[in-house]
């Protein structure tokens, strides 16, 4: 009986010893091909002679995408630059570290603060950001090209060498061009005739939300494209009106924008008039009360007054702001009553009239409004509503057509003076 213990404790210690020797093989044979393969990326990664472009989204169903130039060096240094709109100054860098680091398989990490990479990935005071990542899962390596996706938000990406034909300074020169050329602001989709609106998000752009016509069906509700050196390209391919669609190429006057995918023919971006785009595009307008034209100001610090004394009878209050809003035609007042110490708004209907191939537009008073307007508020801004509509139309200047947040309004008959001035509400 002891000798049938004795056996059987000696094979159960030889087998847990061989599972355990087996164990530990796998585990080196394991970190061996991590290593080998750490190490193949960052010889690629250090090896491009002219550094490499990363063509960055940071989250792709709100922002578009943006281009940094990054060098690497061997000693864990990278060199970032990037496109010139996200830029602190003209021909701003950074130096900072990274890593090639084993855990989801290869990782690579800008693990250092970099300003100009990681403004995308800081969060704001809502805790989120632009919700980008500073670390990347390598997917495929090669030297012609590097694939990535987020670490944390799982968006794809990648990374292709600087031609060793160019400087990062001529690339960012024509990449400016181009941005210049095509705002996302005033793009708008043809296909096979058909005219198709898109809405350019609110915040950093890059990103359209097409408005489907009636009958036209689309694979996606929007999609984030980049710049381009002669044009812009959709993050994905995207089906529209039937086609397969996704890179687009200035034509020689850059007037427009042609896909190039193979059957898409008939399928350009066209620009609109900033007429056109104040009355198509979303947005909340506001007026600027610091910067409006002296009979303007003199206007509506008399309705604020009144409205304060109770002119009318309804009660006091204090006049807060007011906008007009594109595409509702509407210009709205926003006040605080003293007594019901509630805010309030009213809405009175406008005809927003562009000007036809021109950066202009009319702005006239309907007449009416919604109840509010024409039972409690008529008399106070009657003589705003008659000085903004008139034959004369405005001329319109946009502070950034890349992602405009103001918009200047003077007269045609008379341009150097300012008529109002309205302020974008980014939600």
């Not at 805790?127 to 899962?137: A, K, M, Q, S, T």
């Not at 812009?232 to 391919?237: A, D, G, L, V, W």
């Not at 595409?327 to 926003?334: E, H, L, S």
């Not at 903004?388 to 405009?404: A, H, Q, V």
Request: net charge negative.
């Amino acid at each position: 009986m002891n000798k049938l213990a004795y056996t059987i404790i000696a094979l159960f210690t030889l087998c847990i010893t061989s599972c355990s020797d087996e164990k530990n093989i796998f585990d080196s044979s394991s970190a061996n091909r991590m290593n080998a393969m750490l190490q193949q990326c960052k010889e690629i990664l250090t090896g491009s002679e002219n550094g490499w472009i990363f063509e960055y989204y940071p989250e792709d169903n709100k922002y578009g995408g943006f281009r940094f130039y990054m060098v690497f060096s061997k000693q864990g240094e990278v060199s970032i630059t990037a496109e010139s709109p996200i830029l602190e100054s003209p021909g701003d860098q950074a130096t900072s570290m990274y890593q090639i680091k084993g855990d989801m398989g290869p990782i690579l990490s800008f693990d250092t603060y970099n300003h100009i990479l990681h403004q995308f990935s800081d969060p704001n005071p809502d805790g989120l950001g632009y919700e980008g990542d500073y670390e990347f899962i390598i997917l495929n390596v090669a030297k012609d090209k590097i694939e990535l996706k987020g670490k944390k938000n799982g968006t794809k990406m990648q990374m292709i060498p600087l031609p060793n034909d160019m400087t990062w300074e001529s690339y960012s020169s024509k990449l400016d061009k181009m941005i210049e050329a095509f705002p996302g602001f005033t793009m708008r989709l043809n296909v096979n005739g058909t005219t198709i609106e898109m809405e350019e998000s609110e915040e950093i752009g890059r990103y359209q939300t097409f408005n489907l016509p009636e009958g036209v069906s689309s694979s996606a509700e929007g999609m984030a494209y980049i710049y381009t050196t002669d044009g812009i390209k959709f993050k994905e391919p995207i089906t529209i009106a039937g086609k397969t669609i996704q890179n687009f190429t200035a034509s020689e006057d850059k007037t427009h924008l042609t896909c190039t995918d193979e059957g898409a023919d008939n399928v350009q971006i066209t620009q609109m008039p900033l007429g056109e785009a104040f009355v198509t595009k979303k947005g909340n307008w506001f007026f600027d009360t610091k910067q409006m034209g002296p009979r303007f100001t003199t206007m509506w610090n008399t309705a604020a007054e009144n409205m304060k004394k109770d002119l009318y009878g309804q009660g006091p209050e204090e006049l807060q702001q007011a906008s007009l809003q594109s595409p509702y035609q509407v210009f709205t007042i926003y006040s605080y009553s003293i007594n019901d110490r509630k805010l309030y708004s009213a809405n009175f209907y406008m005809d927003f009239v562009p000007i036809k191939d021109a950066d202009q537009v009319k702005i006239i008073f309907a007449g009416g409004g919604d109840d509010f307007a024409r039972y409690f508020y008529m008399e106070y801004f009657k003589m705003i509503l008659g000085y903004m509509s008139d034959d004369e139309p405005y001329n319109m200047t946009y502070n950034n057509l890349k992602s405009p947040s103001e918009i200047t309004f003077r007269r045609n008959d008379n341009p150097d003076v300012v008529w109002f001035k309205t302020i974008r509400y980014i939600k």
